[in-house]
């Protein structure tokens, strides 16, 4: 099979203190999973994606549009970059109603994407059909201190796909959530992207879950990326290094 | 009682703080959220008044605006009559020497909001001017407020600037605490002791409106909620 074009690629190089990120990478399948201890360098990584964290070095491209580029000195904003992002902590503007924050989100990118408002009969249309797939509407009106943690999250998510993005970027929205709600708000979020065609890129721990939805694996450690390619190869590699170096161990 | 002086300086509060809120709130969000390297000396210049005597803004402020000057002369001709010694000269010493106390609780207030809640916006597409105007703002509501009601009472006991910019014309610019002044100065002390006691009850008034903000129901801030929320760690 041939290889299939990226539609992401970025090398990014940057130095902190007790902590170096040297990482090449190239997107091109729909769904990417991000696997690696913690402390490797995935959250910094996906921060330099969306142009909250700039690189000390580097360049990324999504599509055909130039995102940052250290040598030009150039970085591209996040509000124009297009991409979403839905952190752990769901963080919900909080003098807004659950319905009020989708909006805001609705009416962002309406506008910059230079299109006219479709007017407030289709918004409040989109937004009843986006708080029925995500098991909201019931608390549509109460502000985020009234719900629980899993609602907030259900209406992170709900927010960070109000509008179609270029790439969704999850830094473990569903990890302390239940099996059986992380279960069904996946469900939910692969659909609505797969109709919409929005690449993924998600963070994960979790080996169980890689295997859940099919795509690539993209394993990272100290700040490198140390493997890439289809789940079964790559998990297997990894568990292969483990034994060998617990065999090590023990001799 | 000097009821020309009371509504002198009550409109005078009132103009100030109207003006404050226009100059101060862009400047305080620029010292809050901009990276500039300039940060230190604007930040400087608009705490001076916090430090100077006022007399020396009110000198300054005379020479500025009164005929010598190119600007004092230019000022005059468009309005008709000097600045200096007019209520509007009065306005603008008001609004420079109440700068700091209507900037800093702002920036306090716009630098208290979670930075990940306005990354979260950025990640929505919106732009630094709708964060603002959206989010910064709304959040901040209890520090505009302080803002509002210190640069009131701190306009409403202003003495130096005014007597320096303004001396002493009953209903342009004989404030109440010159009107004091003048009093003590006539030994008329029944007079002095109402416009003391109206002072007290004026600045004791506002600021007792200013704690009962803080310690009632806007001290459970919403710009708070999540402030522990850290930004999901620098790494992954």
Redesign the interface.
Known sequence: MAEPTAFLRAVLRHRMPGFELDAQIALSHSWTWLFGPSGAGKTTLLRMLCGLERPQAGSIILGREQLTDTLRNFQKPTCERGIGLVMQEPLLFPHWTVAQNLLFAMEQTSRTSGKEMTGAFDERGKLDVLMERFRIGHIAKKKPVEISGGEKQRVALARAVAAPAKLLLLDEPLTGLDATLREELMTTLRSLLARRGTPVLAVTHDVGEVFSIPGEVMTMEEGRIVEQGPAKIVLAKQREQLLQKLRGDEA | MDTQAILLTLRLATVTTLALMVIAIPLAGWLAFSASRMKPVVAAIAALPLVLPPTVLGYYLLVALGPTTLFGRGLAEMLGHPLAFSFEGLVVGSVLYSLPFAVQPMVAGFRNI?P??L??????????S?IFR??VL??SRASLLTSALLSFTHTVGEFGVVLMLGGNIPGVTRTLSIALYDQTQDFNYAAANRTALLLVGISLATLMALYTLWFGSLNKN??R??SK?QR?????
Do not use: F, H, M
Request: aromatic residues 0%.
């Open positions: 979670n990940a809640l990354e979260t916006a950025q990640l929505l597409g919106a732009k630094p709708t959206d989010i709304p959040l919403t710009s909620a999540g929320l999901g760690g620098v790494r992954g």
